[in-house]
């Protein structure tokens, strides 16, 4: 077994459990609110279980990032112990998480000061992880602060897994600004509402962090009634936020915060208030504070600053250029007020007969069509042309299938507004596309569907 070098950052666990002992930081099991003071002495029962089981300082420990109160226990307690926690998806199956474990934990390239391994590919790639210091973890908590706001009157619900940055961001976020945290554990569409309006047991939640198919399937279980006065923020991020669906939600007044960010960040890299939002529903707002944001001329966003993962772990290639910015791959612009639009992925641009196409802006446009409620497209390889678009599309109105005279009414729609090079040659009909627990389209798995 190998162990990570000493930590050379504070660890978060000190600030996190510094406080009143009778302040409200979490609803763990059972609805129970838990003082400052109870989660104390439970993370500290639980580092003695590890360390009869050998856990020690700098070592390397997998659990299962499901966002619920065990989980945070046990993530605290790794760090009392001085070892790295490795949160992986619980999705992942045993061949995945085999090796995800057999990777992390017999790597000889750790860096320093690191809390936390996230184990992620994006939408592409192989499997690496990303080590999040315990400094990361803390800037970003203070940069996500102060650009929306938080406090400690903030009722943080555990909506996303925190073996994905969004989800293990919002935790320490919550407890560091002393916030309380609901933890249910694995949350369906269905159930939102009531967690959002509260019980007897559990304070309505103010705040929570949505990819946006979660936003979609909230919307669809809560109707067009406004939302409770109680709720604040909807943070969204994790994958492109359809047009479409903002101007749904914001016409029924939800207050969207749109973010964009990535693991290598820690999280957020550049966010919108909802009033922002509000203004300009297409930006996803300006840097975060200590955060650098450059595009080159090629349209790729570069990103720098405080909140910057220490590196890759069992992963050769280094994560940022000599002078430390690292290359999203993500394409987007810079408007005079600073504020970033996000244009696509270098990954995801087509070239067909020697024009490029951005995928965004063809999908974008599949989702204007009053018959389809969502849509992604893809290359595919041809002799002729390089590549062709292949479109894949999720009907307004659900069936089995796709008849030719939709597909065909959709050739039309097409043809009237994109040119030869952006219009979709290949189609195929789903009942929902196929995405990774962030949100993201799984694209390589729509080139196989789409043959």
Known sequence: MVTAPSQASPNLLDAILDGAD???????????PWTRGELARAVERRAEELAAVGLEGGVVHALDGVADAH???????????????????????????????????????????????????GTTGRPRGVALGHETLAASARAAR????????????????????GGLALMTRSLLLGSVLVAPGSIRGAA????????????????LSLVPTQLHRLLDAWGDAPPPRTL????????????????????????????????????????????????DPE???????????????????????????LGYVGAEDPLADVDGWYHTGDLGSLDDQGRLRITGRRSDRIVSGGVTVDAHEVEELLRQHPGVSDAAVVGLPDAEWGERVGAAVVLATPHDGGTPTELAA??????????????????????????????????????????
């Open 71 to 121: 989980t945070l226990v046990t993530l605290l307690a790794v760090w009392r112990r001085g070892a790295v926690a490795a949160l992986l998806n619980p999705g992942l199956t045993s061949r995945e998480w085999t090796g995800a474990v057999e990777t992390l934990t017999t790597a000889s390239d750790i860096p320093p000061g690191t809390a936390a391994i996230l184990w992620t590919s």
């Open 283 to 309: 930006a996803v707002g300006r840097p975060l504070e200590g955060i650098e944001v450059r595009v080159e001329a090629s349209g790729e966003i570069l990103v720098r600053g405080p909140t910057r993962a």
């Open 192 to 207: 939102l509402p009531g967690l959002l309006e509260g019980s007897r047991r559990i304070p309505p939640v103010s705040h």
């Open 22 to 32: 009778g302040d409200v930081v979490l609803i763990g099991p059972e609805s129970r």
């Open 232 to 279: 604040r923020l909807i943070l969204v991020g994790g994958a492109h936020a359809p047009a479409r669906l903002v101007e749904r939600a914001l016409a029924s007044a939800w207050p969207l915060a749109l973010t964009y960010g990535m693991t290598e960040m820690t999280s957020q890299v550049a966010t919108a208030a909802p009033a922002e939002v509000l203004y």
């Open 410 to 451: 959709l050739e039309d729609w097409c043809r009237e507004r994109l040119s030869a090079a952006k219009r979709p040659r290949r189609w195929i009909v789903l009942t929902e596309l196929p995405r990774n627990a962030n949100g993201k389209v799984e694209r390589d798995a729509l080139r196989t569907a789409l043959g």
């Open 146 to 165: 102060d650009r929306l706001s938080l406090g400690g009157d903030d009722v943080w619900l555990a909506s996303l897994s925190p073996a994905h940055v």
